[in-house]
């Protein structure tokens, strides 16, 4: 069984960085789809991005991180990174780690695509 813990949140100023951790344990990463969602006070839970393979070109954000988030994976460390620049308010919320298998590539910001799931880390991004 995969389980996943996430850690690194915490607050932060507008513009800051963080950068979230999320270890993996039972199963190799590498044969699964990892990505991470979030839970913004308020708004429904929403795909962020996701790595479809261990390739580069199936990475995925969406866009109101594109150009500011980046997702990473260490195979040797079986664990998932998100690399997180300038930071806003609005990126406040409880960032989960997820990771599935089959995940369809036009589906990736779907939660019922994801079968296993962190228990959350909150990031608050405030002055």
């Known amino acids: 069984q995969v389980q996943l813990v996430e850690s690194g949140g915490g607050l932060v100023k507008p513009g800051g960085s963080l950068r979230l951790s999320c270890a993996a344990s039972?199963?190799?990463?590498?044969?699964?789809?990892i990505g991470w969602f979030r839970q913004v006070p308020g708004k429904e839970r929403e795909g962020v991005s996701c790595?479809?393979?261990?390739?580069?070109?199936?990475?995925f954000y969406t866009d109101s991180v594109q150009g500011r988030f980046t997702i990473s994976r260490d195979s040797a460390k079986n664990s998932v990174y998100l690399q997180m620049s300038s930071l806003q308010p609005e990126d406040t919320g409880i960032y989960y780690c997820v990771a599935g298998q089959s995940v369809r590539t036009w589906y990736w910001r779907q939660e019922q695509e994801w079968r296993h799931w962190g228990q959350g880390t909150q990031v608050t991004v405030s002055s």
């Open positions: 039972g199963f190799p990463l590498d044969s699964l789809a």
């Open positions: 790595m479809l393979s261990t390739s580069a070109s199936t990475k």
